[in-house]
């Protein structure tokens, strides 16, 4: 399953499919992104990060695509499990924002069994 | 590592009461600590940055003499909701980062604290 577009809200996937989240980022200046889970009445998990030199980095069945072209970020999970049911957001992050972050809107992943 | 503890997680208070609540890095010194404010089913908000020992910075609509922040030492950022009004109900979350002014280490979030002023 994958979600195109500026987010959408939602995305439903197949236990076991792989999922594919998508982000567009908004300044060009940006270059330190962050992927978080967050699951319900829970702070934000850490999932991966990326730095601008680099355009793929892969984790434990994650893997973060950077396209800074097209200021273009996605987050890819291997064989979807209920457990990865939660919000996904990307922030983004740059030098002169001295370690502030910028959220984006979000996409709930919803894992049927 | 980069456990973040936040307490308490749940108050029900009256309308007019001070709520403080506490954010508490575990394993790490935290030069800079991070207040968001979090809808239903939206994003995080910003509210302002603290760094150790220094003054914080709110963020533009953020009132600082309604929402008061200490960082009084490495390990401890806390914020206070004064004189608490129904509209102030919301999911507060502190995150922080281990070195001051650093861009490009991840946030290590708390687990949120809900706050309902009835």
């Known amino acids: 399953g994958e979600n195109v577009g500026l987010h959408l809200p939602t995305l439903s996937v197949q236990e076991g499919d792989n999922s594919i989240i998508n982000c567009a980022y908004s300044?060009?200046?940006?270059?330190?992104f962050i992927w978080y889970k967050q699951e319900s009445g829970k702070g934000p998990q850490f999932i991966i990060d990326?730095?601008?030199?680099?355009d793929k980095r892969q984790g434990q069945r994650v893997t973060v695509l950077l396209n800074k072209t097209v200021k273009h970020l996605s987050l890819q999970i291997a064989a979807t499990q209920p457990g990865d049911s939660a919000v996904y957001f990307c922030?983004?992050?740059?030098?002169?924002?001295?370690?502030?972050?910028?959220f984006g809107q979000g996409t709930t992943l919803q894992v049927k069994p | 590592g980069a456990v973040v503890s936040q307490h308490p997680s749940r108050v029900i208070c009256k309308s007019g009461t001070s709520v403080k609540i506490e954010c508490r890095s575990l394993?790490?010194?935290?030069?800079?600590m991070f207040w968001y404010r979090q809808f239903p089913k939206k994003s995080l908000m910003l509210m302002a940055t603290?760094?150790?020992?220094?003054?914080?910075?709110?963020e533009q609509g953020v009132e600082k003499d309604k929402f008061l922040i200490n960082h009084a030492s490495l390990t401890l950022s806390t914020l206070t909701v004064t004189s608490a009004h129904p509209e102030d109900s919301s999911f507060y979350i502190c995150?922080?980062?281990?070195?001051?002014?650093?861009?490009?280490?991840?946030?290590?979030f708390g687990d949120g604290t809900r706050l309902s002023i009835l």
């Open positions: 995150s922080a980062t281990a070195r001051q002014g650093s861009y490009n280490q991840p946030q290590h």
């Open positions: 300044n060009s200046a940006s270059d330190y």
């Open positions: 990326i730095r601008s030199n680099m």
């Open positions: 922030a983004e992050n740059r030098r002169s924002n001295t370690g502030k972050l910028i």
């Open positions: 394993d790490f010194q935290a030069t800079t």
């Open positions: 603290s760094n150790e020992g220094s003054k914080a910075t709110y």
